[in-house]
């Protein structure tokens, strides 16, 4: 018989309605929502409750997330899987750049390039994932992340290109 069958793990997993974030997003600028969120104000996204990570820091061009790993988050061989770190970076990444938005202007991403340094374990400890705005432009935004431990050790790196929806007739060009 195998271990699982012997020592079975269970995760539950629950989250609000994410149309009731989405509504609020539209009302509020991207700095004034992303902290309302970490406030517990407004529900964060179901991927985040999923994923389970949060953010801790909210500030105008700069976002942290912290992610404590588990063995849920394994792949086949035995260590954390890289869409943990990707996902992390990608939100970090994305809210900076949306804590720079005003009300009704929305992103996605358009690239996303991650960097791994060093493989993450279920006792690797909490780890913190940075995202910070290089650029933001009128139709075009950019962003760096770093994702380390307590201790300051990186994990990876990497970088955003994501989309901006301006309203028609914002006059926004690049």
Known sequence: MS?????????????RDPREGASAAKKMSGLEYLRAIQKGELPGP??????????????????????????????PIGM????????????????????????GVGYTTLELHVNYVKGVAHDSGQLFCKGEVIHLGG???TAQGRLVDAQGNLYAHGTTTCMIFRPPGSGAKE
């Not at 991927?47 to 792949?75: D, K, T, W």
């Not at 990707?86 to 009300?103: E, W």
């Open 139 to 141: 139709r075009v935004a």
């Open 46 to 75: 179901p991927i985040a409750e999923l994923m389970g990570f949060s953010p801790v820091e909210v500030e105008e061009g700069r976002v942290v997330f912290a992610v404590q790993p588990g063995e849920h988050h394994y792949n």
């Open 3 to 15: 271990e699982q069958a012997v020592n079975p793990r269970t995760r539950t997993v629950t989250w």
């Open 80 to 103: 954390v899987h890289g869409g943990l770190a990707a996902t992390l970076m990608d939100s970090a990444m994305g809210c900076a750049i949306h804590t720079m938005l005003p009300m």
